[in-house]
């Protein structure tokens, strides 16, 4: 039988995207309902992004959402390049005004957002998945599974990619860019402490390799492995044997251990423009995809919560309905910036098949890309302000303050030195 709720607002997904922009309504004093078709287990067991930008570490703590994350995150300034047998350390942070970088998995994110919500007396349906969104230009209803429909002033869909926000969308409405990379990753976390203080991406002829840091005794690991391949041909001897391999350098050793987690990663970017259809807005993995390289995912999806929590309190507490407009305006430069980003870096680390006829063409080009990273400031510097992204609240209207202070640290010079 149909239980029927009303809400100043539903938000389906309790993602990083969905439980921010639920915490921050909250906060205001808005009333939100949450549906997930996942159980609350399952939501807290996604383990999947863990590179935080400053600006996402900064809202997190004007809302009091950051405390654990401070306690237990870890802070990071630089990063290193392998290629050819040579590294280089880009110290991202002395490039672009000492701004900090953060690690701290998502899921603890996500247990930080749910835990706020809950505590605070939000209420979450678990179980719950909405099959589509009906009403979108007058009051929206979200039909779910079990038969609870939502009644809302402006529904949130930030139930990721194949959810059901996005497909109650006329298809007319919006245009969606897309783009399938050449590559593909074998992406796995293991159960080891880091072998490295900081992230590590290796270019080699064998196919790109990454280390990153997740926990004391977590990290993860990308291979670029052939598209035709399945995890079934990555038996975690050969996962080490190629790591080793692809990262070694004279001196360093890879620190092993039990492989906990493995998937196949296709790499793939898109972008839906408009994010908003009557009072349907989309947010995070809903609204666009952009590979994990670089790590922007998350920040993105945390970005558009925050400029949604802003348009919506025009609406919903002054009935603007011209302020309903300017959520994707206003989002999109900073999700093409990053989808630039991620573009660019993944043709700086990955390897081209060798039976593509500009592949050694390709190849020069990477090459150049990473010297003109070792040796060029200004090029470095547009690196580091991509790679820990832009102020909080960026674009910026004219007049608005154009840098939000950040917690610095010593200056330190130059930037980029020989690998430590
Ligand atoms: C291996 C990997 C590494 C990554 N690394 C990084 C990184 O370092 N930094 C970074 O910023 N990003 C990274 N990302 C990307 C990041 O994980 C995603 O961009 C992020 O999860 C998007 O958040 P979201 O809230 O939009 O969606 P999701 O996290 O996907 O949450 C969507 C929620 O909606 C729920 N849902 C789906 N359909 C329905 C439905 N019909 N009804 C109800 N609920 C539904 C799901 O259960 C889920 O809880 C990585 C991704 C992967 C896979």
New binding site residues.
């Given amino acids: 039988m149909a239980r029927e709720i009303e809400s100043r607002l539903a938000i389906?997904?309790?993602?990083?995207?969905?439980l921010t922009l639920a915490n921050l309504l909250q906060q205001r004093g808005v009333p939100t309902v949450v549906?997930?078709?996942?159980s609350r287990a399952q939501?807290l067991g996604?383990a999947?992004?863990?590179?935080l930008e400053h600006r996402t570490v900064e809202l997190l703590e004007r809302h009091g959402l950051a405390e654990r994350l401070h306690a237990e995150g870890a802070v990071h300034h630089g990063c290193e390049f392998r290629s050819d047998g040579a590294s280089f350390f880009t110290d991202y942070s002395a490039l672009y005004d000492d701004t900090p970088h953060y690690v701290y998995p998502?899921q603890e994110v996500v247990a930080d957002l749910l835990d706020a919500y809950e505590a605070a007396g939000g209420t979450v349906h678990y179980e719950?998945?909405?099959n589509r969104v009906t009403s979108l230009e007058h009051r929206p209803r979200v039909e779910c599974e079990n038969g609870l429909v939502v009644t809302a002033d402006a529904v949130a869909g930030?139930?990721?990619q194949?959810?059901?926000a996005r497909a109650s969308i006329p298809g007319e409405s919006f245009t969606e860019y897309t783009m399938q990379h050449e590559f593909r990753w074998l992406?796995l976390l293991a159960r080891t402490r880091p072998s490295a203080e900081w992230t590590v991406y290796a270019q080699h002829p064998r196919g790109f390799a990454g280390h990153l840091l997740r926990s004391d005794d977590v990290t993860r690991f990308h291979l670029q492995v052939p598209f035709e391949d399945s995890v079934e041909d990555w038996p975690d001897e050969r996962i080490w044997h190629e790591l080793r391999h692809r990262l070694g350098k004279p001196g360093w050793t890879l620190h092993e251990g039990p492989v906990f987690s493995k998937?196949m990663?296709e790499m793939k970017s898109s972008v839906l423009e408009p994010m908003q259809y009557g009072r349907l807005f989309l947010?995070?993995?809903?609204a666009h995809i952009?590979t994990?390289s670089g790590?922007?995912?998350?920040?993105l999806?945390i970005a558009d919560a925050a400029e949604l929590d802003g348009v919506l309190a025009e609406f919903l507490d002054g009935g603007e309905e011209k302020a309903l407009a300017r959520y994707s305006a206003r989002r999109l430069p900073d999700i093409w910036k990053a989808q630039e980003f991620s573009h660019a870096l993944i043709h700086m680390m990955h390897t081209y098949p060798a039976d593509r006829p500009d592949a050694a063409f390709r190849q020069r080009l990477q090459q150049s890309r990473l010297w003109q990273l070792r040796h060029s400031t200004a090029y470095a510097r547009n690196f580091a302000e991509s790679y820990i992204g832009p102020p909080l609240g960026w674009p910026f209207e004219p007049g608005e303050e154009p840098r939000t202070p950040r917690a610095g640290r010593e200056q330190t010079p130059g930037g980029i030195t020989a690998a430590p």
């Fill in positions: 389906i997904g309790a993602g990083p995207a969905g549906l997930d078709k996942f939501i996604r999947r992004a863990g590179l998502q719950t998945r909405a930030a139930d990721g194949h959810g059901a992406t998937n990663l947010l995070g993995d809903a952009i994990p790590g922007k995912g998350m920040n999806a």
